[in-house]
T-cell receptor
């Protein structure tokens, strides 16, 4: 599986957009980009995923560069409840029970 | 509520005890997973079950023994654990289909295990 690189931590003011970057320069053509987050002492929560097009759902937007070597997760209006560790994961989705390889993620602190 | 329930939420056990962790998913998924999260370490995949068959064992010591009696239930049997096995144990499930891009895993809240 391709490796990802994320900043260790980020701060964001409540109400502002949080933009979390991820580098995945060795991503393969069949690998998707997934984002999960883990609020303290809870299980990870799926946020969004994409292959090459930008994606948006009720939680966030995912912007993937044209060469697919990096992506950005955008939380449009961060709240205190968005304080968590955010994981960017690349994984093939070939119709099998594919494993997710979690790194250390980005610790996002949303402040008043 | 994610549809994946783990019990117990907290467990304290001695090194000579035998205990089991239980995971139940109410999502109709056909794949289930065990992960371990030690303090200040990333999540580590332990086992994968696909249609009740174990498809991956990530070099897990034999003192951890998984069991998947059906596609909705997953157990992790523990015996003669060591203090370094203290961690948050997480269960997840997903629906494996023929369509790419559908490997979304849903996690339970985890069992916090302390081995004394």
């Amino acid at each position: 599986d391709a490796k990802t690189t994320q900043p260790t931590s980020m701060d964001c003011a409540e109400g502002r957009a949080a933009n979390l970057p991820c580098n995945h320069s060795t991503i393969s053509g069949n690998e998707y980009v997934y984002w999960y987050r883990q609020i303290h002492s809870q299980g990870p929560q799926y946020i969004i995923h994409g292959l090459k097009n930008n994606e948006t759902n009720e939680m966030a937007s995912l912007i993937i560069t044209e060469d697919r070597k990096s992506s950005t997760l955008i939380l449009p209006h961060a709240t205190l409840r968005d304080t968590a560790v955010y994981y960017c994961i690349v994984s093939p989705s070939l119709g099998t029970a594919s494993k997710l390889t979690f790194g250390t993620g980005t610790r996002l602190q949303v402040t008043l | 509520e994610t549809g994946v329930t783990q019990t117990p939420r907290h467990l304290v056990m001695g090194m000579t005890n035998k205990k089991s962790l239980k995971c139940e998913q109410h999502l109709g998924h056909n794949a289930m997973y065990w992960y371990k999260q030690s303090a200040k370490k990333p999540l580590e995949l332990m086992f994968v079950y696909n249609f009740k068959e174990q498809t991956e064992n990530n070099s897990v010591p034999s003192r951890f023994s998984p069991e998947c009696p059906n596609s909705s239930h997953l157990f992790l049997h523990l015996h003669t654990l060591q203090p370094e096995d203290s961690a948050l144990y997480l269960c997840a499930s997903s629906q494996v289909s023929g369509r790419a891009g559908k490997n979304i895993q849903y996690f339970g809240a985890g069992t916090r295990l302390s081995v004394l």
